[in-house]
């Protein structure tokens, strides 16, 4: 438990702040392919051309931001999608940016 | 006519660049106060606390991603909303961000 790092509540996320975490093209995937597997996805798993440390900020970006939620299974630290608690915040913004017309762009 | 400036076609909106533009405040700003008026606003009218040159530089920005027309109207540079094109190309963004959900975050 105390490997968890901290999350923001529901009533904390921010309109800018989740956007500043989605206008960066690998944090948009990273979101994406959570969304398109409908799973949890272990950090070294995701589809993307970065260093370690940078998926590292990436993930800890999206997490400040609300957008994924982290945990430890064993060593492996797994992201889950907050999709509900998205949804809720600001609804329809996750299904706009990953519909396949938006990802066609 | 020759002062129309030039504006791209919906098969040239791109999803970086329109999130690009809406991830500034001020960008969103003007969105959102265009929405809400459902009619032109020319430059001079909008509520935004920026320099005349800034304001230039936000209207070019959105103008460059598709999401303002801009045309004159004697010598005033008038900006209409392309939210029939913004919908075509990216069904539902502009609604997701100006959702009172979203507006209140």
Redesign the interface.
């Known amino acids: 438990m105390g490997r968890t790092p901290p999350h923001p509540e529901v009533s904390q996320?921010?309109?800018?702040q989740v956007?500043?975490a989605?206008?960066d093209?690998v944090r948009?995937s990273i979101v994406t392919q959570l969304d398109a597997a409908g799973a949890d996805i272990k950090c070294g798993a995701f589809d993307m051309a970065v260093s370690k440390s940078t998926a590292t900020h990436h993930f800890k970006v999206l997490r400040e931001a609300g957008l994924i939620r982290q945990h430890y299974v064993g060593t492996s630290r797994m992201n889950t999608l907050r999709r509900a608690e998205m949804d809720e915040?600001?609804?329809?913004?996750l299904?706009?940016?990953t519909?396949p017309?938006?990802?066609a762009?």
């Open positions: 996320f921010g309109l800018q956007l500043e989605l206008v093209p948009r915040a600001f609804p329809g913004l299904d706009a940016l519909s017309q938006a990802q762009r």
